[in-house]
Nanobody
Framework: QVQLVESGGGLVQAGGSLRLSCAAS????????MGWFRRAPGKEREFVAA????????YYTDSVKGRFTISRDNTRLTVYLQMNSLKPEDTAVYYC?????????????????????WGQGTQVTVSS
């Protein structure tokens, strides 16, 4: 069983930065793909970024490319999302997710369906 706990959200002004963390329990997390998703008010949850098990391959939705960076530390079983140049439209609840079936795959899913484990989410609010 894998448990994911996000942290690092908060209120920030436009142009500011935040770093989200996702701490995982369960050693198998070190060998599987991880992703970040977000749900803005009144919208469906959407893909933000994903990283393969080794960290070699990273994927981003177009709206965050060049501003967000996903990374992972498998020794700490933690995945990070560094968010720079934040915009009001980045306001959302951010969720961390893990794909149980992607063990040692260097390809990470870009949609929700393959992800089996989800955190409770952390709120990010960007004021204008």
């Amino acid at each position: 069983q894998v448990q994911l706990v996000e942290s690092g959200g908060g209120l920030v002004q436009a142009g500011g930065s935040l770093r989200l963390s996702c701490a995982a329990s369960g050693r198998t997390v070190g060998g599987i793909s991880m992703g970040w998703f977000r749900r803005a008010p009144g919208k469906e949850r959407e893909f933000v970024a994903a990283v393969s098990w080794s960290g070699a391959n990273k994927y981003y939705t177009d709206s965050v490319k060049g501003r967000f960076t996903i990374s992972r530390d498998n020794t700490r079983l933690t995945v990070y999302l560094q968010m720079n140049s934040l915009k009001p439209e980045d306001t959302a609840v951010y969720y961390c997710a893990a794909d149980r079936d992607s063990r040692f795959s260097e390809v990470a899913p870009l949609n929700e369906a393959p992800y089996d484990y989800w955190g409770q989410g952390t709120q990010v609010t960007v004021s204008s």
